[in-house]
C-alpha cells in the first residue's frame, strides 16, 4: 500500500475515534429525567426488550430498554432481523430457531405482565432507532416492586446482557453495570433458567465463533474496521443497538 495512502487510512480511523468518543459522550452526559405512573400500550409489534408505554400526560412514547436483547419473535420483510435473530438463539447455544423464536414470545409476556402495574421510566431520550415507523428512546424502567426491569429479564434467562449502557439513575457507573449484568447473566446460565434450559453446551462455543466470524467478514466488507488476528471485533460495540446510540448507523430493523 502506497505511504500517502496508509497515512490517509490512520487520519480518517482517527477521526472516526474522535467522533465515536464525542458522540457517547454528549449522548451519556444527557441527564435522566424520571418519569412515574407510566403505563404500558399492549401492541402486535412490541417484544420483551422494546415496547410502548403510555406517560402521565397521554402521550404514547416507544421504550427500548438499556442494556439486554430479548430474543426477536418478529421475522418478516427486512432480513435484519432474521440475521439477529440467528445470532441470538446461537448466543443461546440454541440450534432450533422456532424454539428460539418462542423464547422471544415468552420474553414478551414476561414483559408485559411485569408491566401490569404503573411503573416509573428514567430517559435522557437518546435515539434507541430501530423500525422506521416508531420513534424509539433507550430507557430504564423501575417495576412497582422496585426492581430493575432488564435485570430481571436476564435473571430468569429471558434476556441477554448486551447493548447500549449508560450510568443508572442510582448513579451505578455503565461499566459496572454492564458488568453486573453478565454476573445475572452466568447465573441464569448456571441454574438453567429461560433460554439457558434449551442450550446445547457443546455446540454453544462453535456457535459463537460463526457470529464472531460473520461479524468480522461484515465489518471488514463495509470498511467500518480493520480487523486481525490480534485485535478481533468486539461483538457488543459492533451491534446495531451500540452503533446506533453513538449515531454511527442508520435506523433499520423492528424493536
Known sequence: MAPHRTCYLAVVRLLAAAIAIALTNTLSAAPLKKIPNCTLVQTEWADGDSFSVRLPDGKEQTVRLYGVDCIEMHVSG?????RRLRDQRR????????????IGTEAKKETYR??????TLHTGFSN?????RFSRIYGFIT????????????????????????????????????EALKDLELTAASTR???????????????REEVRREQNELELA????????DKPIDLNE???DALGEKGLARPHGTA
Open 238 to 240: 459492533g451491534s446495531r
Open 78 to 82: 427486512d432480513d435484519s432481523n432474521a
Open 128 to 132: 434507541a432507532w430501530g423500525d422506521g
Open 114 to 119: 411485569l408491566l401490569t402495574q404503573p411503573f
Open 222 to 229: 463495509q470498511g467500518n474496521r480493520f480487523a486481525s488476528e
Open 143 to 178: 417495576l412497582s416492586d422496585g426492581r430493575d426491569l432488564s435485570e430481571t429479564l436476564v435473571t430468569q434467562g429471558l434476556a441477554r446482557a448486551f447493548g447500549v449502557v449508560r450510568q443508572r439513575p442510582d448513579g451505578t457507573r455503565a461499566v459496572d453495570w454492564k
Open 91 to 102: 448466543y443461546f447455544g440454541i440450534a432450533d430457531i422456532t424454539l428460539a423464536k418462542s
Open 193 to 207: 433458567k429461560g433460554a439457558w434450559a434449551h442450550t446445547d453446551w457443546e455446540k454453544l462455543p462453535d456457535f
